[in-house]
């Protein structure tokens, strides 16, 4: 699950040149050529230029883009596509303060014209006053009590999440004693009225409040089978001849508890010293939390061994449990670097990053932002007994951190229990479920067959947690097949099913089928039939969605605008994979004739 992340960003800018991308929300069409468009257009084409002329061209058309005076536009990332376009993600201030639900995407033509805008606000940022009630200690004070931990520094912001805007003050909370592992917060206080805008945790669960307690009065006791398949091992090195200068790589083996024997790429630090570090992916590492709540990955112990051989297939080693998170994360980096080219999970070129035995008993698995890394709990011992560190699971959590580097998709709120909601919430869950199950099959390990099914490793009794082809087979959560106006107030894994449903049909189509010796039979809303256009090229379009044309506030009917514009880029308007897109949302129930009216 994940937590909605609302604290300021450090801004870096990177360019993108992978010819498959993602896309969202409402898409506003070009006004007429301005002479600001003209004169972008006679620039050059590096990152710099690109922000230069896309910033130009918000303030330029400021009735589509939203833009006004007291604005500022941070580029947080720049992407160019082979076949000419150029889009720029940015991160907005009102007055120098940051602005909440006010991130935009501005997208250009290869000459740099202004051709439309993705937008999260829907109306310009217009404050009533900019002048507090509360002092920044009321709102600390407050912000400590409502989050049950301890108040960093309240910070001035604009809250235009709910279509208006409202004076706040963002608050950090730590040591937090709200969820299952006590972790970071961040609060919203209204800075006029002193009310709680938001509670949110910084932290993504794979199982949520609401399920954990749906397994436990169902008195479910979750003890996935493992075992040990022996997979080739890759060539190793020939025994050096000469002076080795240490650190150098190496070819390692591990026996993980879910996915058999499985090579590692380590560091051998000395003759007779290895690292589960992997150098070939950006030092990708995974290290021991020792039981501790650590959000620091610095204070994790780091594994190391004297033969290179990591693990016993069984809890009973400290190392089996790093094997499938070393094994999970690496999968999930070679996933999305060989499909989209995209280096890293922020695609920045730097190590993920993982820590297992997370907390006391904590029978979950995080993505988290403050890390920067997944952290993976040893089960409590009694409803689940082993650590989740399943495969699809960390393809899942790592998934969110991707759209933490994109969209930002966040929930409309979260309850007193930790449960979140909303359409842009459910749309993060189910692009984690298909980009997760996308890691399954990118891996094609024989121990852990790839399928549309989630979760189907955990030993649950209904065989799976979600499964993409046919939602609603998940009686745990609720998950739905079709959207109907009730579904924007969802939890969102229930909702996800929505979108979910939709990237399989368009995938795979409807009906009956068994694919890779999985068997699926995928409904349809009133009967329709979709053809689907299949993995690759379905998958390459909700990435396109995402990356491009999703925001922080996308929703089910902007996401279906999103995936028709990616499907628009990548094959065409009147291609086959543009009409199945439209054919497998409508299949869904999302249809433009069935869009909501304005919900603010």
Not at 95 to 108: A, E, F, I, Y
Not at 466 to 486: M, N, V
């Amino acid at each position: 699950m994940r937590g909605p992340h609302i604290r300021s960003l450090a801004v870096a800018v990177a360019v993108t040149t992978a010819a498959t991308g993602l896309a969202g929300t409402a898409f506003a069409g070009p006004a007429t050529a301005t002479g600001a468009d003209r004169a972008a257009a006679s620039t050059g084409t590096t990152a710099a230029s690109v922000v230069t002329a896309a910033r130009a061209a918000a303030f330029a058309h400021a009735s589509a883009t939203g833009v006004t005076r007291g604005d500022e536009l941070r580029a947080q990332d720049v992407m160019i596509d082979p076949e000419g376009a150029r889009h720029v993600r940015f991160i907005r201030t009102h007055q120098g303060m940051p602005v909440l639900g006010g991130d935009l995407v501005v997208h250009l033509s290869h000459r740099l014209a202004y051709t439309g805008v993705t937008r999260a606000a829907d109306r310009s940022v217009k404050l009533a006053t900019t002048r507090a009630k509360l002092t920044a200690g009321q709102a600390e004070a407050k912000a400590a009590a409502v989050g049950k931990g301890d108040a960093g520094t309240a910070e001035l912001v604009v809250d235009a999440r709910d279509g208006g805007a409202a004076l706040a003050y963002r608050i950090p909370v730590s040591d937090s004693s709200t969820a299952e592992a006590a972790g970071t917060r961040t609060v919203v206080i209204d800075a006029v009225t002193g009310k709680v805008r938001s509670n949110t945790p910084d932290s993504d669960e794979f199982l949520s409040p609401k399920l954990l307690d749906t397994l436990r009065e169902r008195g479910e006791t979750l003890d996935p089978a493992t075992g040990t398949a022996v997979q080739p091992r890759p060539l190793t090195a020939a025994a050096a001849t000469r002076a080795v200068h240490y650190p150098v790589t190496a070819s390692g083996t591990g026996t993980s508890l879910f996915v058999g024997k499985v090579p590692l790429t380590t560091t051998r630090t000395a003759r007779t010293s290895y690292l589960l570090k992997d150098p070939t992916r950006w030092g990708t590492e995974t290290r021991d939390a020792k039981g501790k709540e650590l959000e620091n990955f610095a204070q994790g112990k780091k594994f190391t061994s004297t033969t290179d051989k990591w693990g016993n297939g069984a809890v009973s080693h400290r190392d089996s449990a790093a094997v499938d998170a070393q094994y999970g994360i690496t999968k999930t980096l070679d996933f999305y670097k060989k499909t989209f080219g995209r280096k890293g999970i922020a695609n920045n070129g730097k190590a993920a990053r993982g820590m297992v035995h997370f907390g006391d008993k904590v029978a979950n698995a995080f993505w988290d932002s403050t890390c920067g890394c997944m952290l993976y709990g040893d089960g409590d011992g009694d409803m689940f007994k082993k650590p989740l560190v399943v495969l699809d699971v960390t393809g899942h959590e790592l998934t969110h951190g991707v759209v933490d580097a994109t969209a930002k998709l966040e929930p409309t709120r979260v309850d007193a229990d930790g449960n979140q909601y909303g359409e842009a919430g459910s749309l993060n869950e189910s692009l984690a479920d298909i980009f997760g199950s996308n890691v399954e099959f990118s891996a094609n390990n024989a121990k852990n067959p790839p399928n549309y099914l989630i979760g189907e490793k955990l030993g649950l009794a209904q065989k799976f947690l979600r499964r993409l082809d046919h939602p609603s087979l998940d009686k745990l959560e609720g998950t739905i097949d079709y959207w109907a106006p009730q579904t924007y107030d969802a939890e969102v894994h229930a909702g996800s099913g929505v979108s979910s449903h939709a990237y399989y049909l368009l995938a795979e189509g409807s009906g009956r089928k068994t694919i890779g010796g999985f068997a699926y039979d995928s409904p349809t809303y009133e009967g329709s039939t979709v053809t689907g256009i299949g993995r690759a090229k379905a998958t390459a379009i909700f990435y396109r969605a995402l990356t491009r044309y999703m925001v922080s506030s996308t929703d089910f009917h902007d996401a279906r605008t999103a995936t028709l514009k990616a499907a628009a880029d990548l094959y065409g308007a009147s291609s086959t994979a543009y009409k199945t897109v439209d054919q497998a949302w409508a299949a869904v129930n999302v249809t433009v004739a069935n869009t909501p009216a304005a919900r603010h």
